[in-house]
C-alpha cells in the first residue's frame, strides 16, 4: 500500500512520524536492486527533501530500525527483507548544479549523470564517475573510485542529516576519506555534495569518457544482473587476479555465477536467490584464502534478514 504521508500513522510497533513524501509498507526490495534478488522492507520511505527527512528522523524512535539504500548497485538485500524503516533518496535529492570550478549534487544523482553535467559544461577531473555504477550518496559514503581517480580527490564539502534529524555541513577533512570508507556519524544519511572540478577542453574530456565507458564494456559484465565489484583490492594486489589463481572464474552456486569476464563481479543469471549469490561469494573467499593465504574484504554490502531455510555463511 502506497500513502502520500502527511499526517502521523500507526505501524502497529512503532508510530510512523510524520512524512510529506511517500512510504509503502511490505515494499518489495528485489526489483530496486541491481542483482534483483532480496526481500522486502516493513517499511520504505521516500522522503520529499532535506528538511522532510531531518524532520521525520527527529521524530523516529531511536530503537527504531533504519536503513539508508541508494542506487542498490553494490548491495545484496538478503530474501528475509529489512525490518524497520529503509529510506530510500528519490527525486527531491537528484539535482545537479554546475558551477565554475565544481558540481553541486544530490545524494541521489547517479555518478554517470554528474560526470555528464561535468563534461558538457567543460569541467574535467569527474570522468572517473562515468564509470562508477550508483548515487553520489552512496560514492561519498564509500569513497567510490575507479580509473585512476576516487571521491577523496575531488570532494569539497557533504551535507548530511543525522540520526537525530540535525542537518549538518562537513568538510572533506572531516569526512576522512580513505580506502572505499568514511568516517560519517554513524546513522546520518547523505542529502548533498560538492565536487571540485577543472576547467578543461570539452572534447577531451568526453574522450576520456568515451575510453572509460569502452573499457567497461569490454572488462565488466555491464549489462548482466550484477553488483560491480564484490571484493576490494587488497594492499599491492587485484583482487580479480586472486580469485582467478583460486580457480573460481565461473564458478556456480544455484543461479549465481563468478563472471567468467571479470571475475571480481558475482551475477544473477536468472534465478538466484541473495543466499546463492552471498554464499558464492563466501565460497570464493574460502578459496582464495587457501589458495593464496589472502583473506578478501567484501566490497558489496550485505544487509537483511535471512529466510529460515537459507544457508548460514560466514
Known amino acids: 500500500m502506497k500513502v502520500a504521508m502527511n499526517a502521523k500513522a500507526t505501524t502497529g510497533a512503532f508510530d510512523l512520524p510524520a512524512l510529506k513524501g511517500r512510504v509503502e509498507a511490505q515494499a518489495p526490495l528485489g526489483p530496486l536492486t541491481w542483482f534483483r534478488v532480496g526481500g522486502p ?12 527527512l531531518a524532520q521525520f528522523l527527529a521524530a523516529l524512535p ?3 530500525p533504519l536503513t539508508v539504500i541508494g542506487a542498490a548497485s553494490n548491495l545484496i538485500i538478503r530474501d528475509g527483507g529489512i525490518q524497520g524503516v529503509v529510506i530510500r533518496l528519490a527525486r527531491g535529492f537528484s539535482a545537479v548544479t ?20 561535468a563534461a558538457a559544461a567543460g569541467l574535467g577531473g569527474l570522468e572517473f564517475l562515468s564509470g562508477i555504477p ?11 573510485g575507479a580509473y585512476g581517480s576516487d571521491i577523496k580527490a575531488c570532494l569539497d564539502w557533504v551535507e548530511i542529516v543525522t540520526r537525530q534529524g540535525e542537518l549538518l555541513r562537513l568538510t572533506a577533512e572531516q569526512v576522512h576519506l580513505s580506502y572505499r570508507h568514511s568516517q560519517l556519524p554513524p546513522g546520518s544519511i547523505v542529502t548533498r555534495a560538492r565536487l571540485r ?15 572509460i565507458r569502452e573499457s567497461r564494456t569490454k572488462t565488466q559484465p555491464v549489462r548482466a544482473r550484477t553488483g560491480g565489484s564484490t571484493f576490494a583490492n587488497p594492499p599491492g594486489q587485484k583482487a580479480w587476479e586472486l580469485v582467478d589463481a583460486a580457480g573460481c ?6 543461479g549465481a555465477q563468478v563472471s567468467e569476464l571479470h571475475c571480481n563481479f558475482l551475477l544473477n543469471t536468472g534465478d538466484a536467490t541473495a543466499a ?5 561469494g563466501e565460497e ?10 589472502v583473506t578478501l574484504d567484501w566490497e558489496i554490502k550485505r544487509i537483511g534478514q535471512t529466510l529460515p531455510r537459507a544457508e548460514v555463511v560466514a
Open 41 to 52: 522492507a516493513d517499511y520504505l520511505v521516500k522522503p520529499a527533501d532535506a528538511a522532510d
Open 134 to 144: 550508483g548515487s553520489i550518496g552512496g560514492a561519498v559514503t564509500m569513497n567510490a
Open 284 to 293: 570464493v573467499r574460502r578459496r582464495v584464502l587457501a589458495a593464496t593465504g
Open 197 to 211: 572540478a577543472t576547467p578543461g577542453d570539452q572534447r577531451l574530456i568526453a574522450a576520456r569518457m568515451a575510453e
Open 249 to 254: 572464474r565461473g564458478l556456480t552456486r544455484g
Open 62 to 64: 531511536e530503537e527504531v
Open 98 to 117: 554546475v558551477e565554475g570550478d565544481g558540481i553541486i549534487c544530490g545524494a541521489a544523482a547517479l555518478d554517470a549523470t554528474v560526470a555528464e553535467h
Open 276 to 280: 546463492d549469490l552471498e554464499g558464492l
